[in-house]
């Protein structure tokens, strides 16, 4: 199939299918064409010098395929283009200076690519550009002061590439910046420019792995909308700001560097310069007065210690060995006597035989001990987390995950870590993954509508609980159908609660780690902002998915159109297993009805999971609705709320 004689087309919507094949050879010239948009696909290719001459397009997005290849400078010539996301495939090469001729662009993302080369000082001239991402590539250079003068940017985001030298202080012109400026993952040095603090709107600002130098500027606590502030693993020392926002930050934002101290919690004060030589004075009378006593004293320590060390080992019991030769360390909450050896045993240290499962962070391991009992091991990828086992911070995060005991939230037991391994040791569900089981045939049809609305309210159930029960509100942040786990009864549980933010503080990581593409809410997926709303969106597309019984992506950028409005609610539903009956029925179309209101844009109208719960715990009947066989989307739009 090819579209090249479509000489008439002037919109293409093909994003978030199963498409293949190669863009290269099926598109051609097509002087009406104004709006692209391949996204979400797995198309491959390259781009082709050709599309230089599709005068009037506005819109390019062709982002999360498998394309090839280099940015063709003929893109430049695309006089009318506002919107250019060749995010997320494989382009390689430099950016063409000639973007930078893109006046009414707004838009540009080249994100998660591997280009290379500098940032173009071109890219200056965009007057209009409000949001540019150029994030996780192998860009290299300086960060050009020309992008200081396109003052619409209200994002701006270079992290993780390889940029050095300093900020340009143009930076600080851009006074529209208000969702982000993310700067992390580089190689840039200097001081952070004061001029920052002028960057009134801005929310996020990330300036953490680098290697900035001097103190936080005073400035900065003129940015009364920064809601958070990243500016760890750099060599920063000197009093952090003191203002309200910088006295409840967490201590994450600000550890590893060289002597930050100050306000935030968990950092020492402040010492005066007059005060720090009075006290190194005192210091050095207490050494010299110490001195002559050291030799003595170790010499006794020394005794005594090779004394007791054999007693204690002639007296002693076998005791279990937990794997210290490799410097283990665990936090474990069930029977004391299973640690890192007894896992390591049991999975043949984490032999693929007893892999389980795959995702981001790590791949799951059944785990059956001695004993007979049976755990889930998740074996974190070391680049994903830290050498944490002393820090304090972290043991008690742990701890405190470890004494969460609801019925719908998979048990965590522990944390294991030692130079070969890092691990977390989970209670074992039997039945796997709801994304699994939707992806067989047989596990699928076994899934009757009343289980699957079971499904939906332990589901529920557990995230009320831990956005509205708890202390303090907990966000999961990954809500998928592959972390949502079910047992032999068909009882679901939510798996990895807390565990994205444990496995990397790091705020710049959040929307790689602590997000799956496809089910975060678009507040987390363009401006990081965690709220319990962004797992209420993601609630709303694994509740979809279970009652379609596919990933409902297209159906949820369609929905808004009348297209979808007039579709019959029972072509939706999964066709797998039968209709459900008119009992089941009232509560599969008042969960469709949640599910859709979860899924909407705007994070102010989507309900909470305690209003969700409720209304899923709450008899249902829809006297005023049509059959089942004739009901369709926009009947739902009248329903209760």
């Known amino acids: 199939m090819t579209l090249k004689n479509c000489t008439g087309l002037s919109r293409l919507y093909l994003h978030h299918n199963q498409f293949t094949g190669d ?57 009318n283009l ?63 002061y020309q992008i200081g003068t396109c003052m619409k940017l209200q994002l701006l ?43 009134s709107m801005l929310q996020y600002l990330n300036l953490s792995q680098n290697g900035f130098t001097g103190g936080l500027p005073s400035s900065l606590k003129d940015m009364v909308s920064l809601s958070v502030i990243d500016v760890s693993h750099n060599e920063l020392e000197g009093p952090v700001p003191d203002s309200p926002f910088f006295r ?22 402040c010492v005066s310069s007059a005060t720090r030589r009075n006290d190194e004075s005192k210091h050095h009378k207490v050494v010299v007065i110490l001195a002559s006593m050291v030799f003595i004293l170790l010499s006794l320590m020394i005794v005594g210690a090779a004394l007791q060390f054999r007693k204690r080992k002639k007296q002693s019991l076998p005791v279990q060995d937990n794997g210290n030769r490799e410097g283990a360390f665990c936090i474990l909450s069930f ?81 294991c870590s030692s130079t070969r391994h890092k691990f977390l040791v989970y209670e074992y569900m039997e039945r796997g993954s709801l994304g699994s089981i939707l992806r067989s045939e047989a596990a699928a049809a076994e899934l009757d509508w009343v289980k699957r609305v079971d499904v939906v309210k332990d589901v529920a159930r557990a ?20 972390n949502i786990l079910l047992d032999s009864e068909f009882k679901a549980c939510v798996s990895d609660f807390g565990i994205a933010r444990l496995l990397q503080p790091d705020s710049s990581n959040w929307s790689m780690i602590a997000g799956t593409h496809g089910y975060l809410a678009p507040e987390l997926a363009y401006r ?9 969106y993601s609630f709303g597309v694994v509740t979809l998915e279970l009652l379609m019984g596919t990933y409902p992506g297209e159906f949820i950028s369609v929905l808004p159109s009348s297209a979808a409005q ?31 209101r979860c899924v909407d844009d705007n994070p102010e109208t989507r309900p909470t999971m305690k209003h969700i719960f409720y209304k899923l715990s709450t008899p249902k009947t829809h006297p005023n609705l049509p059959s089942l066989d004739s009901l369709k989307l926009s009947d739902l739009r009248n329903g209760e709320r």
Not at 528 to 536: A, H, I, L
């Open 528 to 536: 990081m902002r965690v709220t319990t709303q962004c797992d209420v």
């Open 335 to 415: 029977d004391g006597r299973y640690a890192y050896k007894d896992i390591i045993e049991a999975t043949e240290d984490f032999n693929d035989k007893y892999c389980i499962g795959t995702g981001a962070c790590g791949s799951v391991y059944r785990a059956e001990l001695t004993s007979g009992k049976v755990l889930a091991v998740k074996k974190i990828h070391l680049q994903e987390i830290e050498d944490t086992s002393n820090e304090i911070p972290f043991q008690n995060e742990i701890q405190t995950l470890t004494r969460i005991r609801h019925r719908n939230i998979v048990k965590l037991y522990g944390f």
């Open 248 to 269: 409840k930050a967490p201590l994450d934002w600000f550890l590893h560097n060289k002597g930050l101290c100050g306000v935030v919690k968990g950092l020492p004060p």
């Open 566 to 596: 007039s579709s019959s609610v029972k072509t939706i539903l999964d066709q797998r297993v039968p209709l459900p009956t008119a009992e089941a029925a009232d509560e599969v179309v008042a969960v469709l009805r949640l599910a859709i």
């Open 463 to 482: 995230l009320s609980y831990m956005h509205h029960d708890c202390d303090q509100p907990i966000v999961h942040r990954d809500i998928t159908s592959n």
């Open 23 to 79: 863009i290269s050879h099926n598109l051609g010239v097509y002087p009406h064409l104004w709006y692209v948009d391949l996204s979400f696909n797995s198309l491959s290719g390259t781009l082709s010098p050709d599309w230089g001459s599709w005068h009037n397009l506005t819109c390019l997005k062709i982002s999360n395929n498998n394309i090839t290849g280099v940015i063709r400078p003929e893109l430049g010539h695309l006089s």
């Open 82 to 144: 506002q919107k250019l996301d060749l995010s997320s495939n494989y382009l390689q090469g430099e950016i063409p200076k000639s973007l930078g001729n893109l006046a009414h662009l707004y838009n540009l993302s080249l994100s998660n690519n591997r280009l290379v080369g500098e940032v173009p000082m071109e890219l200056g001239r965009m007057s209009n550009l409000q949001l540019l991402d150029l994030s996780r590539n192998g860009l290299t250079g300086r960060i050009p």
């Open 157 to 199: 985001k270079l992290n993780n590439n390889n940029l050095s030298g300093s900020i340009p202080l143009e930076i600080g012109n851009l006074v529209h910046l208000q969702e982000a400026l993310d700067l992390g993952h580089n190689s840039l040095t200097g001081e952070i420019p004061s001029q920052l603090g002028k960057l």
